[in-house]
């Protein structure tokens, strides 16, 4: 096992009506006002917005409200924040939606807080020193984002979408999730929403360290669970014992505890980046098309992680089969379950006709450089062959 620090001081508030307490929360953590930012209205027509409002205002809490984030957020709506709460450091950034609206209040409170342009960040050319804070209202369980030290934008000029790390300053300092927030979630968002906190797990599942039975034992534990209790949520969006696993499953994916002491991949992630960036596609149903092609083609030299996986929690039964038979068995069982809950198995499905291979792979190694990926390192020759075995 590598050495590892693990700090995840978000405080969680979970259950039924865990909303109304955000003004005490907002409160609790220093806000003296707030900028409250959502997006293309989800959280308007639910009435999840002015129950928000109404605990702000109980709490004594002026705010304002910056609506509009759009999925694969993009730099825009986050100059338009900077520029609203700059030179205002008292501002308390409070997200109340999904990982787009989360990433852009992150972008937000490091933009904020610097002189230059925020995506200096992003791009690697300076390093966040201080933050605004941010609090969470969470409405789907998918990015993971409320409880991680991430953000993702998108920069339209540069056509770049690229994940900035960034713990000690982008974890939230509270989100409220309640699962409920998620019964009016369209079924395509749930899956897509299941299949990245799928996918977050298998980054840091995927390593070559050894000695971490631990580390291994939660991740399989939790993405065991995720494939019990997804067809019960698909089936019945508004059964709360579903619901409430798998909100907390999408937290406990993404916030470190399933890669503690792990050398991590994140190859598939950089990779739907991409797809995402050019097509605008739905980040977790792209990952459900990039990660078998990845596995397929890393477990041709490296397949021991992938034999785990089939056997442990894909329940292979390994008697009689090879190494190899084993592994294309658990890659056809993972794309039969997303197919299941209505996730796309190809890029054709994902509703990209005409890939620009040549584009993506091009993109991929500018943004990433060359070899990327912890697991097995992909130079532009590898991640060109995965690309075409997604058509
Ligand atoms: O915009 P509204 O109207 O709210 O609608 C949203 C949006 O259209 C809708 N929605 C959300 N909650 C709803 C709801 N509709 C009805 N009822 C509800 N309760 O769902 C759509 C998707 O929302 P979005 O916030 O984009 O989803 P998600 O949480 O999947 O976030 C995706 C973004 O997060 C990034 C992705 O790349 C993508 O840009 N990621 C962020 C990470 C992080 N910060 O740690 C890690 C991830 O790997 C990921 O890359
Ligand atoms: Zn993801």
Redesign the pocket.
């Known amino acids: 096992m590598e050495n590892f620090t693990f700090c995840s001081p978000t405080e969680f508030v979970f259950g039924r009506d865990t909303e109304k307490e955000v003004g005490r929360l907002c409160l609790k953590h220093g806000a003296s006002r707030v900028l409250i930012i ?9 009435g ?1 917005l002015q129950r928000v409002e109404q605990s702000l205002t109980e709490a004594g809490l002026p705010y304002e409200t910056l609506g509009g ?5 993009e730099d825009g709506l986050v100059r338009e924040g900077i520029s609203k709460v700059s030179g205002e450091r008292s501002y308390f950034l409070l997200a109340v ?7 852009t209040a ?1 972008a937000i409170a490091c933009g904020a807080c610097y002189d230059g342009d925020f995506w200096d960040f992003y791009i690697g050319k300076a390093k966040i020193e201080q933050a605004l804070p941010v609090g969470v209202v969470l ?7 409320e409880g ?7 920069n339209t000029a540069t056509g770049q ?1 690229i ?1 900035l790390r960034s713990p000690e300053h982008l974890r939230p300092v509270f989100s409220i999730m309640n699962p409920e ?6 079924p395509y ?1 749930t899956a ?2 299941i299949c ?1 906190m799928m ?2 797990i298998f980054e840091r599942y995927f390593t070559n360290t050894a000695e971490t039975s631990i580390t291994d034992h939660v991740a399989e534990g939790v993405l065991r669970s995720i494939i019990e209790q997804a067809p019960l949520v698909m089936k019945n969006p508004q059964d709360y014992g579903p619901r409430a696993n798998i909100m907390w499953a999408g937290m406990l994916a ?1 916030n470190g505890l399933c890669g503690t002491g792990h050398v991590e991949d994140w190859a598939s ?1 950089f990779m ?2 991409e797809l ?1 960036a050019l097509y605008g596609v ?3 149903a792209g990952l459900a098309v990039v990660f078998p092609a990845w596995l397929t083609v890393v477990s041709r030299t490296n397949p021991h992680k992938a034999v785990q996986l089939a056997e442990r929690v894909l329940d292979v039964c390994p008697d009689g089969l090879t190494e190899h038979e084993i592994i294309a068995e658990g890659i056809a069982r993972l794309r039969r379950f997303w197919s299941s809950l209505g996730l796309p198995t190809n890029l054709h499905e994902l509703g990209i006709e005409q890939p620009d291979i040549d584009a993506l792979v091009r993109n991929l190694h500018v943004t990433k450089g060359e070899p990327i990926g912890g697991y097995v390192r992909l130079d532009r020759t590898l991640t060109r062959e995965i690309y075409e075995l997604m058509k």
Do not use: M, W
């Not at 959502?38 to 639910?46: A, D, M, N, P």
């Open positions: 959502y997006g293309g209205g989800s959280v308007v027509r639910s999840l984030v759009k999925p694969n957020p939606g999904g990982g787009s609206v989360i990433d992150k409405t789907i369980p998918a990015a993971g984002s991680s030290g991430n953000s993702v934008i998108t979408k994940s927030l998620t019964y009016t979630l369209p968002q897509s929403g990245d996918v977050h993404h992630h739907e980046h995402s739905t980040h977790g």
